[in-house]
């Protein structure tokens, strides 16, 4: 939906630069603070091109995949296997089929990772062409390698680590600053024209992330569901919890075999103690990458200098750019995610590739093992595919594994409840009461709507203000708590929810029919017609206009409301829809009051407007005769053409 809205969204192109990713303002206080304009305006292009069809998206997301796993193994042919293609492929081959960039790639909204993927490649390879040969800078390289990284950051945060990685080779590694404290081959000439390629990169890559964050205009609020640890008011338990999502993330690189679009609500129980059991996978990760790293540095085997920088030039690849997301430092908007592990993921199969070449095995079991773990990622790959063929399968996918939470039981209701499935539906909403930890406003909006909707209509109040007690900003609650009302003759409860659903929608189409209803209810007009003017003047959509001519109409106000309806009539002509058939019996409605009041003028042109845009309605057709009939009575046989006409 999100990128639906992006794509279709009006304006001009310049305006993705002022808003989020979910397109609300960048500087509203409720904006989501992920600023992502290339990928914004990609589907943006893709719907002038397509519209919503869904195949030409997906391929672009699969094309942007396609082209990163050439440019890895172009990067590691270059700066880390410069003498062996076969590793250098074997890499490239692990990145492409690993299973956990399935949700980077099956899902339309996952382009900002594949995309930042991209640009940082090709920043990391315009980096690598700016070191010196003959103790040399390449500066136009360097340049290039800083704007792409940039170009990066404009479609994922994650981006501008590449701008770190390139400052942190520099320090440790060709030859660097600190080279001979790694035991790795050092000179005063390269170390002088090191500390000149830092300066560059740290003042720029601090100059372009104090301006990023900068544009953000305060840090986003984080939602208790989406990131429970983080928001939890217990040091100990954000402390914990953390570094057990920082290991539920290694353990989707190594061993991706629990996958699921949303970690979020209840899925992570918390850690609140030191003796949780789920810290000895965290010890485990920790240990493991302390093993690398020691080894890498040559604390714990005697490595010969290639592997060790190999192994380092990994363990930069893999942890710097998952720095941003780990929530060590800044609380993000999830607590594991696998889209984030897109961009690591390049170092992790560097890592493989350099310590599988460790074990002592003839050249032919390499490449039997090689093409045994390939052919078990491609098989976890399509199956997983298979799960991203339709909703429903995608939420029962979530559903089923061992992380689930109330958010999968809400949507896969949703599904279900869009196939007439209610029965199925409801009961998996009330499991999802008996197991869930954090309540869900969408578990209690869904049963709510059931209820409703098979007139218990008690149970379906009490789900619904439970709801909306949950998450008050609960917009969909709201209208089916208004519709509720409506329904059972409760007008004053009516108006006041639908009057809410209306602010947090900012005057969307079915909270002012909600209110334009209650208001009907209540008899009071006047209301009604300050609200949907108001509304109006910032969204004159058809629908809108024809509710507030129906108010000026109740008032007595029949010019004003042939007014309305004739821009109403204008607009549904440049974009149909459903609202057709009510415009055309307001417009009836309307016309015959004008003509009671001897204003044939306005009846008529509100009628020719009706007949142009629905040419057969019978009734439009009828009334509009009527009326030229009457015009005409006089001399009716000389103006028969004219009628006809």
Same mark, same amino acid.
């Given at each position: 939906?999100s990128?639906?809205?992006?794509?279709? &969204?009006?304006?001009?192109?310049?305006?993705?630069?002022?808003?989020?990713?979910?397109?609300?303002?960048?500087?509203?206080?409720?904006?989501?603070?992920?600023?992502?304009?290339?990928? %914004?305006?990609s589907? /943006?292009?893709?719907?002038?091109?397509?519209?919503?069809?869904?195949?030409?998206?997906?391929?672009?997301?699969?094309?942007?995949?396609?082209?990163?796993?050439?440019?890895?193994?172009?990067?590691?042919?270059?700066?880390v296997?410069?003498?062996?293609?076969?590793?250098?492929?074997?890499?490239?081959?692990?990145?492409?089929?690993?299973?956990?960039?399935?949700?980077?790639? #099956? #899902?339309?909204?996952?382009r900002?990772?594949?995309?930042?993927?991209?640009?940082?490649?090709?920043?990391?390879?315009?980096?690598?062409?700016?070191?010196?040969?003959?103790s040399?800078?390449?500066?136009?390289?360097?340049?290039? #390698?800083?704007?792409?990284?940039?170009?990066?950051?404009?479609?994922?945060?994650?981006?501008?680590?590449?701008?770190?990685?390139?400052?942190?080779?520099?320090v440790?590694?060709?030859?660097?600053?600190?080279?001979?404290l790694?035991?790795?081959?050092?000179?005063?000439?390269?170390?002088?024209?090191?500390?000149?390629?830092?300066?560059?990169?740290?003042?720029l890559?601090?100059?372009?992330?104090?301006?990023?964050?900068?544009?953000?205009?305060?840090?986003?609020?984080?939602?208790?569901?989406?990131?429970p640890?983080?928001?939890?008011?217990?040091?100990?338990?954000?402390?914990?919890?953390g570094?057990?999502?920082?290991?539920?993330?290694?353990?989707?690189?190594?061993?991706?075999?629990?996958?699921?679009?949303?970690?979020?609500?209840?899925?992570?129980?918390?850690?609140?103690?030191?003796?949780?059991?789920?810290?000895?996978?965290?010890?485990t990760?920790?240990?493991?990458?302390?093993?690398?790293?020691?080894?890498?540095?040559?604390?714990?085997? #005697?490595?010969?200098?290639? /592997?060790?920088?190999?192994c380092?030039?990994?363990?930069?690849?893999?942890?710097?750019?998952?720095i941003?997301?780990?929530?060590?430092?800044?609380?993000?908007?999830?607590?594991?995610?696998?889209?984030?592990l897109?961009i690591?993921?390049?170092?992790?199969c560097?890592?493989?590739?350099e310590?599988?070449?460790?074990?002592?095995?003839?050249?032919?079991?390499?490449?039997?093992?090689?093409?045994?773990?390939?052919?078990?990622?491609?098989? @976890?790959?399509?199956?997983?595919?298979?799960?991203?063929? %339709?909703?429903?399968?995608?939420?029962?996918?979530?559903?089923? %594994?061992?992380?689930?939470?109330?958010?999968?039981?809400?949507?896969?209701?949703?599904?279900?409840?869009?196939?007439? /499935?209610?029965?199925?539906?409801? @009961?998996?909403?009330?499991?999802?009461?008996?197991?869930?930890?954090?309540?869900?406003?969408?578990?209690?909006?869904?049963?709510?709507?059931?209820?409703?909707?098979?007139?218990?209509w008690?149970?379906?109040?009490?789900?619904?203000?439970?709801?909306?007690?949950? @998450?008050?900003?609960?917009?969909?609650?709201?209208?089916?708590?208004?519709?509720?009302?409506?329904?059972?003759?409760?007008?004053?409860? &009516?108006?006041?929810?639908?009057?809410?659903?209306?602010?947090?929608?900012k005057?969307?189409?079915?909270?002012?029919?909600?209110?334009?209803?209650?208001?009907?209810?209540?008899?009071?007009?006047?209301?009604?017609?300050?609200?949907l003017?108001?509304?109006?003047?910032?969204?004159?959509?058809?629908?809108?206009?024809?509710?507030?001519?129906n108010?000026?109409?109740?008032?007595?106000?029949?010019?004003?409301?042939?007014?309305?309806?004739?821009?109403?009539?204008?607009?549904?002509?440049?974009?149909?829809?459903?609202?057709?058939?009510?415009?055309?019996?307001?417009?009836?409605?309307?016309? @015959?009051?004008?003509?009671?009041?001897?204003?044939?003028?306005?009846?008529?042109?509100?009628?020719?407007?009706?007949?142009?845009?629905?040419?057969?309605?019978?009734?439009?057709?009828?009334?509009?005769?009527?009326?030229?009939?009457?015009?005409?009575?006089?001399?009716?046989?000389?103006?028969?053409?004219?009628?006809?006409?």
């Open positions: 939906s990128s639906s809205s992006s794509a279709a &969204a009006s304006g001009s192109a310049w305006d993705v630069f002022g808003h989020d990713f979910w397109g609300a303002d960048i500087r509203q206080p409720g904006s989501h603070r992920s600023w992502r304009p290339l990928v %914004t305006l589907f /943006r292009l893709n719907h002038t091109l397509h519209g919503f069809h869904v195949v030409g998206f997906h391929l672009v997301n699969v094309a942007l995949h396609m082209l990163a796993s050439v440019l890895v193994f172009v990067l590691c042919r270059q700066a296997y410069a003498h062996s293609s076969s590793k250098a492929l074997s890499v490239a081959l692990l990145f492409a089929c690993h299973p956990v960039h399935c949700d980077a790639v #099956s #899902s339309v909204v996952g900002a990772e594949c995309a930042a993927g991209v640009f940082f490649l090709l920043s990391l390879l315009a980096y690598f062409r700016s070191i010196p040969l003959k040399e800078t390449h500066y136009r390289a360097l340049y290039v #390698s800083i704007a792409l990284s940039g170009l990066a950051l404009m479609c994922k945060e994650q981006g501008i680590t590449a701008l770190w990685i390139a400052a942190a080779h520099e440790l590694l060709e030859p660097g600053l600190l080279s001979p790694l035991g790795l081959p050092s000179q005063k000439l390269h170390t002088l024209h090191a500390g000149v390629r830092v300066a560059i990169l740290v003042l890559t601090a100059a372009i992330t104090g301006w990023r964050v900068a544009f953000n205009r305060g840090s986003p609020t984080v939602p208790v569901p989406n990131n640890a983080m928001t939890n008011p217990y040091w100990l338990t954000r402390f914990l919890t570094h057990l999502y920082v290991a539920l993330h290694a353990v989707q690189l190594i061993w991706p075999a629990q996958l699921s679009i949303d970690w979020s609500h209840e899925s992570i129980a918390l850690v609140t103690s030191v003796l949780d059991v789920r810290l000895l996978l965290v010890g990760v920790y240990a493991t990458l302390a093993f690398v790293v020691l080894g890498a540095l040559g604390w714990i085997y #005697s490595w010969s200098e290639e /592997r060790r920088y190999r380092l030039l990994g363990l930069l690849l893999m942890v710097v750019p998952f941003p997301a780990s929530n060590l430092f800044v609380s993000v908007w999830f607590s594991v995610a696998e889209r984030v897109y690591p993921s390049i170092g992790f560097v890592l493989v590739v310590l599988c070449s460790q074990v002592r095995w003839t050249r032919p079991y390499r490449r039997i093992a090689l093409c045994c773990v390939l052919a078990l990622m491609c098989a @976890r790959c399509v199956a997983r595919n298979e799960d991203w063929r %339709t909703p429903e399968a995608l939420h029962t996918a979530g559903y089923t %594994t061992s992380f689930p939470h109330s958010g999968f039981a809400a949507n896969l209701a949703g599904e279900l409840m869009a196939q007439n /499935r209610t029965e199925e539906a409801e @009961r998996i909403l009330v499991e999802a009461k008996q197991f869930t930890k954090l309540e869900s406003e969408k578990v209690y909006g869904n049963l709510g709507i059931i209820y409703q909707n098979q007139g218990r008690a149970e379906a109040e009490h789900a619904l203000v439970t709801a909306i007690h949950i @998450r008050p900003a609960f917009v969909n609650g709201r209208q089916s708590l208004a519709a509720l009302y409506l329904q059972t003759g409760r007008y004053k409860e &009516a108006y006041a929810q639908a009057s809410e659903a209306v602010h947090l929608t005057g969307g189409h079915k909270a002012l029919h909600l209110l334009f209803e209650a208001c009907a209810g209540l008899g009071d007009w006047q209301a009604a017609c300050d609200v003017g108001k509304h109006t003047e910032r969204n004159p959509a058809p629908q809108n206009l024809a509710a507030l001519a108010c000026s109409a109740h008032l007595g106000h029949y010019p004003k409301a042939a007014e309305l309806l004739a821009i109403a009539w204008h607009g549904y002509a440049h974009r149909p829809g459903p609202i057709g058939s009510t415009l055309a019996e307001l417009t009836l409605n309307v016309a @015959r009051e004008l003509r009671q009041r001897n204003m044939s003028l306005p009846a008529n042109d509100i009628l020719v407007c009706a007949r142009k845009c629905m040419p057969e309605h019978e009734e439009v057709k009828q009334e509009l005769l009527s009326l030229l009939v009457a015009w005409y009575v006089g001399d009716v046989e000389e103006h028969a053409a004219d009628l006809i006409t």
